[in-house]
């Protein structure tokens, strides 16, 4: 089984966040980026397949140079092989088209994407890949297994978990339960200095439409101050929540 694992290049969540050029382009100075955790989980899945089932992994990444670190991090938890299409990810559309072109050369028999990605939250990215393949989705995913071609998957509903199966090649979109976060994995040293000798295929990107841009972004509005009142001054308490907080 071919696996081709989708990584996006995410700010760590403990970054500051600035934006400039008019609050138009994200900040990148002084953030640290890491594996988007969707992804990491998916990645983590496919690791087992490759040691329960045989299964290569490859991952792959739309980005500039500096996403290289991150694809070297997804090479030291175990994949096989990474591939970087060097463009700048735009817009969902735009990703999910440079992400086709690499699974129709692949053949890959599962793609794994993470639901969304926790940097814009656009959570486009995995149906509009298998639109433009016309390949079996599945979103939301929280567990899988393959046996031959056809893979049981169980997933997120209102309510409830739901499981369904589906022949290959398929696509899902993972999140939280595909494995637990304490089974997620730490490169090694070993893995690290091994990471450096696998391969890692650059490719450029195919022509495509960019359907939609950032205008302008906004941060949500500042917390107001906290205010304190001694133990035993119940009535202040009570009277900043009905005249000032109006909660009761």
């Known amino acids: 089984?071919?696996?081709?694992?989708?990584?996006?290049?995410?700010?760590?969540?403990?970054?500051?966040?600035?934006?400039?050029?008019?609050?138009?382009?994200f900040d990148t100075n002084g953030v640290?980026?890491?594996?988007?955790?969707?992804?990491?989980?998916?990645?983590t899945r496919a690791i087992w397949f490759q040691e329960q089932q045989g299964a290569a992994v490859t991952v792959v990444n739309v980005g500039g140079a500096d996403t290289e670190p991150t694809l070297r991090k997804a090479l030291a938890i175990?994949?096989?092989?990474?591939?970087?299409?060097?463009?700048?990810?735009?817009?969902?559309?735009?990703?999910?088209?440079?992400?086709?072109?690499?699974?129709?050369?692949?053949?890959?028999?599962?793609?794994?994407?993470?639901?969304?990605?926790?940097?814009y939250n656009g959570g486009m990215v995995p149906g509009m890949l298998a639109g433009l393949l016309g390949y079996n989705f599945v979103n939301s995913c929280t567990e899988i297994t393959v046996d031959g071609n056809i893979a049981k998957v169980g997933r997120e509903i209102d309510g409830g978990k739901e499981i369904v199966s589906a022949g290959l090649p398929l696509i899902i979109g993972g999140q939280k339960g595909l494995v637990e976060e304490k089974d997620l994995r730490i490169p090694n040293m070993r893995g690290i200095m091994t990471a450096r000798t696998k391969v890692l295929t650059?490719?450029?990107?195919v022509a495509s439409d960019v359907n939609t841009k950032a205008v302008k972004f906004e941060k949500p509005a500042a917390k107001s101050a906290v205010k304190l009142f001694a133990a035993d001054d119940l009535d202040g308490l009570v009277n900043a929540l009905h005249n000032e907080a109006k909660v009761i």
């Open 32 to 43: 640290q980026y890491v594996i988007n955790p969707n992804d990491e989980f998916g990645l």
């Open 78 to 119: 175990g994949a096989n092989e990474a591939i970087r299409v060097n463009a700048n990810p735009t817009d969902g559309f735009f990703v999910a088209k440079q992400l086709a072109e690499v699974v129709k050369s692949g053949g890959y028999d599962l793609i794994i994407c993470g639901k969304e990605s926790l940097d």
């Open 1 to 25: 089984m071919k696996i081709l694992v989708c990584i996006s290049h995410v700010p760590d969540t403990t970054s500051k966040i600035n934006f400039v050029n008019g609050d138009s382009e």
């Open 202 to 205: 650059v490719l450029d990107p």
